[in-house]
Structures are given as structure tokens and as C-alpha cells.
């Protein structure tokens, strides 16, 4: 897994073309998001000047996973789309918490997909992770807020991280979501399953 990042301006038009194409096809085609888009990318209002992607690229050069990240004390998708999730708390307003959305690591490959194991998927996501939450480190962060599906709590639980409930889990789009508050610690950075991919 080879890690690209940067901001809109500074990634080149076809490594964003590509990402904005690679959320279309997860969140869009493969998870049946009901998110705004033009058939071929999907971007929104959170896709700005100063957002960071993260991209995982494969030896053939194609996406194999992304993520987004937003300082917090500029608007972004938990404080502005889901404060439900909060419970009447205030969203974190700060420039040492960043927020994580738009995280996915799967093959879209078929041939690929097919064979590709949920434990060898997991640490892939974990590895993800792992650059996301060094780069947010570097940036001035002290931890990552983002709204998940209910499972990845016991993936990170099971992986020793650090996270937390900022509120009740919400039943959307038959599936329950919470927003989790995760701690960047060093020593996370030493997993093993990181150690074969950074």
C-alpha cells in the first residue's frame, strides 16, 4: 500500500478526479448513500480548499482506500449534518480535533475483493488509520472525532484504541451510526499489522 496526501491544491487533478470517483463508487454504488453527485464523483460541501485526503494506493496504481480530515473549528459533517449524534452536547469546536469522514478501505476489484480475507480487511483499515491519525497528529491534532457504523467500535476496542461515545447510537438508513471521539496516541503507532505497509 503506497499512502498519497494532500490538500485539493496540491494533489494532482487526476489523484482527486480519482478519489472523488473511488467515494462515488463505495458510498454511492457499493453502500447506496443517498449523498449528492454527478453519476461519476461524489464531493460536498466539506470538500474544500483546506480539507486533507488521505489516498491508499496499490502497486497497479489503483485506490484501495481514502479518508477526509477537517480541523473542527471550521464547519464539517458531524457538527453540521449529524448533532443528533451528540445527545445536546456541543460539537467540539477546536484546532486539535480534527474530524475523520468519508473512510473506506475496500478493493474494488472484483478478482481481488473476492479473495481478500475480513481479518486482512480490518488490518488494512487499521493501517489506513494509522497514517490518517499520524498526519492529523502532525497537522496540531490531539484526537479524531468521526460518525461510524456501530461495528467499528469493537474493531477498534479489539485493536487497542483508544475511543469513545460521544453519544447514543442512531438507527440510519437500517443501520446504526454513533459518533466516536478517538484518542492519538503514540503508541499506536507501533501495531504490527502497520509495520509491513508504511
Known sequence: MHIVAGTASNLSTSAF??????????????????LANDGVTELDQFDRDDT?????????????????LLPTDRPYLLSDVFPD???????PRSAKVWELSRFAVTDLDASNAATQSLSDASCR???????VMRLAAFGGADELITV??????????????????M??????????????????EPSMRSRSCFRSVL
Not at 451528540?86 to 460539537?91: K, V, Y
Not at 483499515?125 to 494509522?130: E, I, Q, R, S, T
Open 17 to 34: 478526479a480519482a478519489m472523488a470517483h473511488y467515494r462515488y463508487r463505495v458510498f454511492v454504488e457499493k453502500l447506496g448513500w443517498k
Open 52 to 68: 486533507l485526503y488521505v489516498m491508499a494506493r496499490e502497486r497497479d496504481a489503483r485506490l484501495s482506500g481514502v479518508a477526509r
Open 85 to 91: 449524534l451528540l445527545d445536546g452536547r456541543p460539537p
Open 125 to 131: 483499515a487499521l493501517a489506513l488509520l494509522d497514517v
Open 148 to 165: 461510524s457504523p456501530l461495528g467499528v467500535e469493537r474493531i477498534l476496542r479489539r485493536a487497542g484504541i483508544v475511543a469513545h461515545r
Open 167 to 184: 453519544g447514543r447510537p442512531v438507527r440510519l438508513n437500517q443501520h446504526f451510526v454513533y459518533a466516536c471521539r478517538i484518542e492519538i
